[in-house]
């Protein structure tokens, strides 16, 4: 099966940027749609990005529209979040996950389409 490890987080001031990583650490990546998702304290798991296997098609959660950018590297067999102009509330553990296809709209459920879950990184956005 395939099993993913997130990894890149840390600490950072607002208006900073952090690229995170995920690797596969069994089989490959190319036949797989990648999401990150994140999630904080007391909150509910938000799907963040998502990019195709290919990596033609990429969609992103109006959160981190503009600001986050998705990519693949499939000869590294990597996913990456490039975080740019991060904000206090980015703050979260950040996972990725696999699916066959980027669902079409960020809604409620939509993380029910991935598995093979990441053990998750934190990315703390403070002053």
């Known amino acids: 099966q395939l099993q993913l490890v997130e990894s890149g987080g840390g600490l950072v001031q607002p208006g900073g940027s952090l690229r995170l990583s995920c690797a596969a650490s069994k089989f490959t990546l190319d036949y797989h749609a990648i999401g990150w998702f994140r999630q904080a304290p007391g909150k509910e798991r938000e799907g963040v990005s998502c990019?195709?296997?290919?990596?033609?098609?990429?969609t992103y959660a109006d959160s981190v529209k503009g600001r986050f950018t998705i990519s693949r590297d499939n000869a590294k067999n990597t996913v990456y979040l490039q975080m740019n102009s991060l904000k206090p509330e980015d703050t979260a553990v950040y996972y990725c996950?696999?699916?066959?296809?980027?669902?079409?709209?960020?809604?409620?459920?939509?993380?029910?389409?991935?598995?093979?879950w990441g053990q998750g990184t934190q990315v703390t956005v403070s002053s």
């Open positions: 996950a696999a699916t066959t296809a980027c669902p079409r709209y960020y809604s409620a459920g939509y993380y029910l389409a991935f598995g093979s």
């Open positions: 990019i195709s296997s290919s990596g033609g098609t990429t």
